[in-house]
């Protein structure tokens, strides 16, 4: 059995050209050695596959019944990269061939370094899949939902074994460089087939990967060379603006800088982009604004539930100057009557979301406003999703999500099945059912909603009330209300650049 499965592993290589057919023998050999396996025959193989994922968990199913591995999600995912690598070209060879599509096409030379992530198995595709998404229309434009069910459960036993696993600084996060081909281990993922691009941004050493669990059509990262905090300046507009000169048909942008409104990985300098069109970017700008001394840049607010200010120009560095002019006030900018405090003693509140793009030729910059702060109703952010909003979403808001795309718990697919059995069954009140109590006032504002709830309808009414609920979740953490009092403060701000 493992003979005709390195078999068809082998074939698959030749197909996706991780391999060549000068590679064959040696890969061959690299496999048998890793599966311990000492007779080997050829045998042809005629099938066509779009990931390895088949061919891996039989050989995941040998390495098990072998006994070179225990039958735990980490342990699987650990050996069946060790797998992969055997087929995986040199770090020199990739590069050299996405600047050899590259000086085709941008485009070529990303969809040969997504197709080539997808094949290595570096991009989980197949788990991706299994992830629920659907688009829910709003007034701000049809949101994506995405109920996020990609990455497994650990194991306890899994658990126990990385309890033993000496703590390292090597690498010192999973952006660092130093990622690229790590062996791995109970606590820290394989990376053998993990390669990195490198791009210069403003003369800095930056690199590009994609994301193993990407949310949308190449999700990629680019992070920093060197392991240095995220920061949000000047430096910030210009990189971000000089990689949409390097991949024009890529939007990219950046988490914010501090805790609550930023991501979950602040120590290293990273932003995120991909080959995506997202709801605010189509958004379209409501009012229009001229700024004294940058009269070259076209500035807009977006119709959106975040507060964003749209900037567009020819010039790339007059861009940059009005998002570090608009940047370097919003810093240190209060208004009370909206609740917007930029300090409380010296801890800083205010930051930007960056998100960048070409458009018909020019630079656009979308700069989304942001504030931290807590009190005591709002313990967890004021501009973060409220108690309300909780049974749906209660992460912090990112990048991803400023752009108009939910990542949702994985807890929600269960819930929700549970609910709309409720619905059919025509409950009123679950309040008393533990596993979805939490959605109760949202239940009964539904029931009473709907007139005419049914097995045909009952799932779409709840994805559709499900991307509603997101939408005020992005409306919450808006710094700048979509009402009168709100835009009228939004307005002062502009006014105050």
Request: aromatic fraction near 10%.
């Amino acid at each position: 059995m493992i003979n005709y499965e390195i078999n068809r592993l082998i074939n698959f290589g030749l197909q996706k050209r991780l391999i060549s057919n000068e590679d064959v023998i040696y890969s061959t050999n690299m496999l048998l050695g890793l599966l311990k396996v000492d007779e080997f025959d050829t045998v042809e193989v005629n099938e066509r596959l779009e990931t390895a994922t088949p061919i891996l968990e039989e050989i995941l199913d040998y390495a098990v019944e072998k006994k070179l591995i225990e039958n735990t999600v980490v342990e699987r995912d650990l050996f069946d990269t060790y797998v992969m690598n055997c087929l995986m070209p040199r770090p020199s060879e990739v590069i050299a061939k996405f600047m050899k599509f590259y000086s085709d096409s941008p485009e070529s030379a990303t969809k040969y370094y997504y197709d080539l992530s997808i094949a290595s198995n570096y991009i989980r595709k197949t788990r991706i899949d299994k992830n629920i998404v659907w688009k829910t229309v709003t007034e701000y434009g049809d949101l994506d939902i995405t109920i996020n069910l990609s990455k497994p459960e650990k194991d306890p036993r899994d658990i126990a074994k990385a309890k033993l696993v000496k703590s390292t600084s090597y690498p010192k996060c999973l952006l660092c460089k130093e990622n690229e081909g790590f062996f791995g281990s109970m606590n820290h993922p394989a990376r053998q087939t993990h390669r990195i691009i490198p791009l210069k941004l403003n003369g800095e050493n930056y690199f590009m990967q994609y994301s193993p669990y990407g949310y949308y059509n190449e999700h990629c990262i680019i992070f920093n060379a060197n392991h240095v905090p995220m920061k949000i300046n000047r430096r910030a507009f210009i990189n971000l603006l000089s990689f949409v000169d390097v991949l024009p048909h890529y939007f990219v942008g950046s988490n914010a800088d501090l805790p609550i409104v930023g991501g979950s990985i602040l120590s290293h300098d990273h932003y995120q982009g991909g080959h995506y069109t997202f709801a605010m970017e189509k958004a379209e700008v409501e009012k229009t604004y001229k700024i004294k001394g940058f009269e070259n840049v076209s500035v807009g607010r977006v119709k959106w539930p975040m507060s964003v200010l749209r900037l567009n120009g020819e010039n790339k560095d007059e861009v940059v100057d009005l998002a570090d002019h608009i940047l370097t006030l919003w810093r240190n900018y209060s208004d009370e009557s909206v609740e917007i405090l930029s300090h409380t003693g010296d801890e800083m509140h205010n930051t930007i979301t960056p998100i960048a793009r070409k458009r018909e030729e020019k630079y656009e910059l979308d700069l989304v406003l942001r504030n931290n702060r807590t009190s005591e109703e709002h313990p967890l952010g004021i501009f973060h999703p409220h108690s309300e909003v909780h049974h749906i979403k209660k992460e912090n808001i990112g990048l991803i999500e400023v752009m108009g795309f939910a990542v949702l718990p994985a807890r929600l697919k269960n819930e929700l099945d549970i609910l709309k059995e409720d619905l059919v069954d025509g409950v009123k009140d679950i309040s008393s059912d533990k596993r979805v109590s939490s959605h109760a006032d949202w239940y009964k504002m539904i029931v009473e909603k709907y007139n005419d709830i049914n097995e045909s309808n009952a799932e779409d009414i709840l994805k559709e009330e499900v991307g509603l609920v997101f939408s005020t979740v992005l409306s919450h953490a808006g710094v700048y209300k979509r009402n009168e009092k709100g835009m009228a403060a939004f307005d002062r701000f502009v006014e105050a650049l």
